[in-house]
């Protein structure tokens, strides 16, 4: 029973702890994405300021507009966007941050389908 009483307020400590989130150091600056499609690791560079988003991957570069929901969420959308897939505006959400980089969950606008990924800031 003491041990019970012991680790009650340690476990209420720990339930307490909250991931961190500067989310306002992301807002602007250049970043890289890479991730891992059919076992090949695939690099993104993205510039964002000024609720624009401009992004090369693969040697081509798109231009997307950014609107921030919250501090740790935005939703980007094409500006010129090639198909109809590309019409559908992208959920972001930051869950935790650190020094230079941070880990984010995504998905289409609407849809509970979400991945995640981590962008390393690199100025």
């Known amino acids: 029973m003491k041990k019970i009483i012991f680790l009650l307020p340690l476990l209420t400590l720990l339930s307490c702890y909250d991931a961190e989130h500067n989310c306002k150091d992301f807002k602007t600056g250049k970043f890289k994405f890479e991730f891992v499609v059919n076992g090949v690791k695939k690099t993104t560079v993205f510039e964002r300021k000024d ?3 401009i992004e090369t991957f693969e040697g081509k570069t798109d ?8 501090d740790c969420e935005y939703i980007l959308q094409k500006k010129h966007p ?6 559908k505006a992208i959920s972001m959400k930051i869950l935790t941050t650190s020094k230079n980089s941070y880990t984010f969950e ?3 606008v609407g849809s509970d389908q979400k991945q995640r990924g981590k962008v390393v800031k690199l100025d």
């Open 51 to 53: 609720g624009i988003e």
């Open 63 to 70: 231009t997307s507009t950014v609107r921030w929901v919250s």
């Open 106 to 108: 995504f998905g289409m």
């Open 82 to 87: 090639k198909n109809m897939a590309e019409e």
